[in-house]
Nanobody, 127 residues
Framework: QVQVEESGGGLVQPGGSLRLSCAAS????????MGWFRQAPGKEREFVAA????????DYKDSVKGRFTISRDNAKTAVYLQMNSLKPEDTAVYYC????????????????????WGQGTQVTVSS
């Protein structure tokens, strides 16, 4: 069993930055592929970014490429999402998720592949 907990959300003005953190506890948590997803009011949850244990294997939603950066610290079994140049349309609850499944990089954005989810952290981009 893996427990996942996010932190770092808040209110930021358009163009600003936030850094989300996710801690994954569990004996083999550092081996897991980790992902960030988000859900805006009235919309379905969607993929944002994901990273395999090999930190060179990452994937991003097209609309966040160049603005968001996912990273991880395997020693701490933590994953981070640095969000820059934030836009109002980035407003959502952001969820961290983990999976033990062996996935190819092109599949790490599939929500159904993730077994462990955090409670979410609110990100609001508004002036």
């Amino acid at each position: 069993q893996v427990q996942v907990e996010e932190s770092g959300g808040g209110l930021v003005q358009p163009g600003g930055s936030l850094r989300l953190s996710c801690a994954a506890s569990g004996r083999t948590g550092s081996r897991y592929t980790m992902g960030w997803f988000r859900q805006a009011p009235g919309k379905e949850r969607e993929f944002v970014a994901a990273i395999k244990r090999d930190i060179n294997n990452v994937d991003y939603k097209d609309s966040v490429k160049g603005r968001f950066t996912i990273s991880r610290d395997n020693a701490k079994t933590a994953v981070y999402l640095q969000m820059n140049s934030l836009k109002p349309e980035d407003t959502a609850v952001y969820y961290c998720a983990a999976t033990s499944r062996s996935l190819i990089t092109s599949s790490i954005g599939r929500m159904a592949e993730y077994d462990y989810w955090g409670q979410g952290t609110q990100v609001t981009v508004s002036s």
